[in-house]
């Protein structure tokens, strides 16, 4: 069946530091593909999406390819804030379908 | 403000017990849903709903009950509480069933005891 698989965290990472949080697909069709953020205490927000392969998403300077051929959508950011310390989330959904699929989720904590 | 309004924030339940876990959403979004959320297992789906009036299980049903008498209400029953039943309860909402973008509550946190 289809699922998503992220790197297990928790990742700490010093202020303006390089972010990759990686996350790997398997899926019967051809999903979009979605990072959102879980900041403390909240509900999960959307952060960037793709929806068909080579698709770069990108917003408030992360950024993550849809790369068919490796089934991969990992998350890049260039330099962290500590304001980014929160749980990410790979997930993958099917135009007409309801479904979510929705990985285990990173835990990110970013030090000044 | 547009969105998710989940109730109560977090609750202690005593185990057996029934509880309702209320969700309105004021975006008039056709889909709805209802996640549980685990240390280590990210989300899983427990109901969902395509619109008004219809329901469907998800991966983890079982123990819950929904309805959706109207766009705006998606409640979520716990019929006899128990232990395992112990997560973070998300409700969720999307334009349609094929608009796959989510919109998230704030969540509820509660115990079984």
């Known amino acids: 069946g289809d699922s998503v698989t992220q790197m297990e965290g928790p990742v700490t990472l010093s202020e303006e530091a390089f972010l990759t949080i990686n996350c790997t697909y398997t899926a019967t069709g051809y999903p979009s593909l979605f990072w959102y953020v879980q900041y403390p205490g909240e509900g999960l927000q959307l952060l960037l999406k793709?929806?068909?392969?080579?698709d770069k998403g990108s917003n408030k300077g992360f950024e993550a390819t849809y790369r068919k051929e490796t089934t991969s959508f990992h998350l890049e950011k260039g330099s962290v804030q500590v304001s980014d310390s929160a749980v990410y989330f790979c997930a993958l959904t099917y135009t007409g379908g309801f479904k979510t699929i929705f990985g285990a989720g990173t835990r990110l904590f970013v030090k000044a | 403000i547009a969105g998710i309004t989940q109730a109560p924030t977090s609750q202690i339940l005593a185990a057996g017990r029934r509880m309702t876990l209320r969700c309105t959403q004021d975006?008039?979004?056709?889909?709805m849903y209802w996640y549980r959320q685990d240390l280590g297992l990210g989300l899983r789906l427990i109901h969902y709903?395509?619109?008004?009036?219809?329901?469907g299980k998800g991966e983890v049903p079982d123990g819950y009950s929904v309805s959706r008498a109207n766009t705006d209400d998606f409640p979520l029953t716990l019929a006899s509480a128990v232990p395992s039943q112990t997560s973070v309860y998300f409700c969720?909402?999307?334009?349609?069933?094929?608009?796959?973008?989510?919109?998230f509550g704030q969540g509820t946190r509660l115990t079984v005891v």
């Open positions: 709903s395509n619109t008004a009036g219809t329901t």
């Open positions: 793709a929806t068909k392969a080579d």
């Open positions: 969720a909402s999307s334009p349609t069933v094929e608009g796959p973008e989510a919109f």
């Open positions: 975006m008039r979004h056709n889909a």
